[in-house]
């Protein structure tokens, strides 16, 4: 994922902010990634950010998913909030019909106002797809566990000393926050397809 921001000047100064964030203030990349974007995220920022938490290392310590990245999906998801998939006027299918017969997909018999997707899903997929494209391992992984090198739920020494490391895996992590705000802030002026 390329870095957006103009200017060295300005690519130090957001590492700097978000190394501040992990180390001074103890946050998590997806607490950062909302952090950095707060102004742009509006006055409910400060809560999305506590929000956030639990995706911190990668789903609440698990490895799972980057949480620099769904920290991104979290931050676009509240940019365009307004933007729900159900216009306005209608309402979606009662779901009393989960007793006459199975639907064959229940996102849209249940939301049959909205067609296929709600339209932030496609700057959310630009998002990830990105973010694959320049972060992840060899197998394809964006996995916190893979791109960090630390199993979060059970650290060993050695891991932790690998990441923290001048030059190690934690510099890398910075660079991926910043990269997803960085774009997520680029993202958050574009108008998801489908929407006015």
């Given amino acids: 994922m390329e870095d957006t921001t103009t200017g060295v000047g300005a690519q130090q100064e ?36 506590g929000a956030a938490l639990p995706l911190g290392r990668g789903m609440a310590g698990t490895g799972g998913l980057c949480g620099a990245l769904t920290g991104g ?25 989960l007793t006459e017969r199975l639907p064959n997909n229940d996102w849209l018999d249940a939301q049959s106002a909205v067609g296929v997707q709600p339209p932030v899903f496609s700057l959310c997929r630009d998002l990830m797809a990105e973010f694959s494209g320049a ?3 060899e197998d394809g992984s964006v996995s916190c566990a893979e791109l960090s090198g630390v199993d979060w739920s059970a650290p060993t020494r050695e891991q932790l000393a690998r990441y923290y490391a001048p030059g190690g895996e934690l510099s890398r992590c910075v660079e991926m ?7 997520v802030r680029e993202l958050m002026e574009r108008t998801p397809a489908g929407t006015t």
């Fill in 14 to 49: 957001l590492r700097s902010q978000i190394e501040s964030l992990l180390v001074n203030d103890g946050l998590q990349c997806s607490q950062c990634v909302i952090a950095v974007l707060g102004e742009q995220l509006g006055p409910g920022a400060r809560a999305l950010e």
């Fill in 73 to 97: 999906l979290l931050a676009l998801g509240a940019a365009f909030e307004s933007d729900r998939p159900v216009p306005p006027g209608t309402q979606p299918a009662p779901l009393t019909f």
């Fill in 135 to 137: 972060y992840e391992t």
């Fill in 177 to 183: 926050i910043g990269s997803v705000a960085s774009r």
